[in-house]
């Protein structure tokens, strides 16, 4: 084969890539010219997609009808200015409302802050009333008890003369009565604790819760722990130097006994052996009675200015605040 005849095949074969519709409007194309006919409008029905074949609008053979945007323009407002009353009239409306708001809010802060002070002033008149009758029995039974040490004491130094045994009349009161208090004061350690105590306006009472609180916890509680030490010192002694089965019998008659078992002071008498006959060692007893009764001395003194210090508090809340009716 030659090469021109190779050269008009591949002509014929490049025909054949020329999709259908795109022959016919080359035709047309040329037939146009030569006639002189126009088919504009059918060659623009007939042209394909532009952007089907993804041609740009240059070479699609057609131009672009573009259409025009309509623009909306808004209407220009006019504003006209207010008369300066009104101004100063919207000006009072949000003062009146912004302060009616603020003593509004006050009022309900306040309604609620009076209540909450009088629920602690209630509940610290009940635990000072509690105080008061915890003194007054500290008190009764200091009394009750200091001659009794005397008794324990001639007990122990004369102990030949008692068969070496602590007597029962005395040594079960020594036992068996427990006298020291100290207040644990929970309504003013809430108070403070909680900032409360601001609520309390009447100064002097302020004052005077204060003053109670300190006294409780500088004077009477080191006092209360002095006469603890002391009683410990008497039992450990006795623990030491004396046969217990008599002690132990009667602690299982008072748990049997209903009225015992509710009031250790109602105790059945016991006796108290002693085992240790040395005059060392009963002197040493002997003096430690004397050391409890010392304790109790201070102790009851601290304990009447609390009683005072709580009575003068309690008729002093009830005269500012009105709380006659507090139990």
């Not at 300066?84 to 802050?113: C, Q």
């Not at 915890?134 to 324990?152: A, C, E, G, K």
């Not at 209360?224 to 009683?231: H, K, Q, Y």
Request: glycine residues 4%; negative net charge.
């Amino acid at each position: 084969m030659s090469e021109e005849d190779t050269h008009k095949k591949k002509g014929n074969d490049n025909t054949g890539d020329i999709p259908k519709d795109e022959g016919h409007l080359f035709t047309t194309g040329i037939n146009d010219s030569i006639t002189g006919e126009d088919h504009t409008e059918e060659l623009e029905t007939c042209l394909p997609d532009r952007q089907a074949l993804n041609l740009p609008a240059e070479q699609a053979g057609y131009k672009l009808e573009t259409k025009e945007m309509e623009v909306h323009h808004h209407p220009q407002l006019e504003h006209k200015s207010k008369p300066w009353k009104e101004y100063i009239l919207e000006y009072i409306m949000i003062v009146l409302a912004v302060t009616t708001g603020f003593f509004a809010e006050s009022l309900r802060e306040h309604l609620g802050d009076n209540e909450r002070k009088n629920e602690y002033l209630r509940s610290l008149v009940a635990e000072l009333k509690y105080d008061t009758a915890q003194y007054n029995l500290v008190l009764n039974n200091i009394v009750y008890i200091r001659p009794i040490l005397d008794s324990m004491y001639l007990n122990a130094t004369e102990a030949a003369r008692f068969s070496y045994t602590l007597q029962a009349r005395w040594n079960t009161a020594v036992n068996e009565t427990h006298f020291y208090y100290t207040p644990a004061l929970p309504a003013i350690e809430q108070l403070k604790s909680s900032g409360s105590l601001r609520l309390i306006n009447a100064k002097n009472v302020a004052q005077q819760i204060l003053e109670y609180d300190t006294y409780v916890q500088v004077s009477l509680a080191p006092h209360s722990a002095e006469v603890t030490i002391g009683a410990d010192k008497v039992y450990n002694l006795e623990d030491a130097m004396c046969d217990e089965k008599d002690f132990s019998n009667k602690l299982d008659e008072n748990m049997a006994n209903e009225v015992t078992r509710a009031d250790v002071s109602k105790s059945a008498l016991y006796n108290m052996p002693l085992v240790v006959k040395d005059a060392t060692r009963l002197n040493e007893l002997a003096n430690s009675f004397v050391n409890y009764k010392a304790r109790m001395y201070g102790y009851y003194a601290v304990t009447n200015v609390a009683l005072q210090k709580a009575t003068t508090l309690i008729e002093l809340i009830k005269k500012e605040y009105g709380l006659d009716d507090a139990e």
